[in-house]
């Protein structure tokens, strides 16, 4: 019964943000919104929808460890697990000049982020900041874009992505609506098995989300990638990643703090959080050094991804972390 919910969840969840992103996608084509701005405000907040609503669901529900831990899992498995995967597939290679700006800004909201995490809560007030920094960023990368155009390409590729939906304007309402309450529901049936399965295997809250549960959340992210990988827009995958991992923090973990003020579960103030800035850190250097993420780096990538996994299961309690 556990797998089966824990399969039918990420089942939901997968395709309720699928469903979700191309209806939103067809209704603002329908309304002639360009596909500039899709790319950053549709496609940008709806993949990263089942991260959201499960850790609302999980801090509503008393989970801080899946409520955190999702998030914190999501943007380590987003950067190790999906560009290494994507990599694999064709190089992730960019024009760093194109990068620099939301690279750095992902390095900033990960360094606010261990900073809060380290007071051992974070706070409605602290929730308030975090979300008034991501709608602050969203306005000025929009202007910005207006003005400059430096990434609208990749914007609108991002867009094309997601480019195939319905064509009546019904249909996407139905697709919306639909692929909201598939995630909802998805994330409240994951949740319920993830708790079980760390009764099961026991283990914390905080160690299923770290990483079943945030690379279940992490599926339409790798789903864009690979698709953006074999299509060789490339600056798309490595750009969403970058994308949700600044969401991730911002505004997720704004809006879950405002919700519902977080404790730090100890083991994620710990180690993960700190291991989440390394893996930050570690793909900045990629960027500057190899212009993006080579297969050689994705490969380092995902052997690093799969030592965290084994590190989570059985080394950190065995190391007195």
Known sequence: MTTLEILGGFVLLLFGAEFLVRGAVALARRLDVSPMVIGMTIVAYGTTAPELVVSVEAALGGVPGIAVGNVVGSNIANILLILGAASLVHPILCTPRLIYRDSSVMLGAAFLFVGLALTGTISRTQ??????????????????????????????????????????????????????????????ILISGALTAARYFGVGDEVIGLTLVAVGTSLPELATAMVAAWRRHTDVAIGNVIGANIYNVLAIMGVVSIISPLEIPEQIGRFDIWFMLAVTLALL????????????????FLGAYALYLMLQYYGLRAIGL
Do not use: H, N
């Not at 969203?138 to 609108?156: F, P």
């Not at 867009?159 to 609506?177: D, Y």
């Open 127 to 188: 929730g308030i900041v975090m979300i008034a920094a991501i709608v602050c960023y969203s306005l000025y990368t929009y202007w910005a874009e207006r003005r400059r155009g430096q990434t609208k390409d990749i914007l609108e590729k991002e867009a094309e992505e997601f480019s195939e939906g319905p064509r009546s304007v019904w249909l996407a309402l139905l697709a919306v609506i639909g692929g909201i309450v598939s995630v909802v529901v998805g994330a409240r």
């Open 285 to 300: 250097v990629a960027v500057v050094a190899f212009k993006g993420v080579t297969r050689g780096v994705g490969g380092v």
